[in-house]
């Protein structure tokens, strides 16, 4: 045997793949992004390949990085275990990591979170924000045990939860182009289903457009809105966010299906927590006032 494997290092590439970044990771670990850097170039140099990428303005795991990732989850599964079997650790908190991507988590995570704590008694429920893609990766490698999302599932099983109304936002001393001018548009940077909504039905109603700002989360488009660069469509949460109000004379557009999604063996009660907790919301998940 010519290598070995550092269980630190390990714990790291296993935070990347579950939190989706390096920055998530290390606050997820208590260490710096800067450890967590190394951790992977040490990694890199046992193994005698990249393991990770940048992808955009994000990352992803190579071939060989998800190789890696998928036997640093059995090893720490194994090593965890066998210290609580060795009496020098006490056993995991049983609970459930449910992802939701940003645009529904404000409503939707508190209706959980309450859900969770009437029946299920015991048992912790964190919850993971990423995009639709990196949510769906994670389903597919079992670490999260449930999703909350909207738009395309990538042909995976889903199911149907209800409805996101959408609303268009401005602040409040933005003015609308002239006419013929071309909409200024905020959106979170490609692929990202309420970008492609406000696009086609822009374009739809009539209306050139310019992409003038964009941003890798949610609170960077909205931040952009609120210094008066442009529109955004947003999932309608109730009140506006902060220094923003709902904006008339766009051509309207229909609730986003919200959806449902689980790992591969996760446990029905578990569905029929989310699904109580949904229920609680009504068909329309977010209550908006502007679909």
Known sequence: MTGTLDIGVLRSLAAIGDHGGFHRAAAALGISQSAVSQ????????????LVERSGRGIRFTPAGELALTEARRVLAAHDEALVRLGI???????????????????????ITRTASAQLPGRTVRFRLDRGGRLHQALDEGALDAAVFIGDNGGRPGELAGGVPLSWFAAPEWDHPAPGAPVPLIAIDGPCVLRDRALTALRTGGRTVTVIAEAAQLVGVISAVRSGLGVALLADQGPPPPGLVRLNGLPAVPPEPLYLRYRAGAPKQLAGVLRAALDTLGGNILGGQGS
């Open 89 to 111: 650790a006490e056993p995991a908190a049983t609970g459930y990591l449910i992802g939701s991507t940003e645009h529904v988590a404000e409503r939707v995570l508190p209706a």
């Open 39 to 50: 951790h992977v170039r040490r990694l890199e140099r046992t193994l005698g390949r990249p």
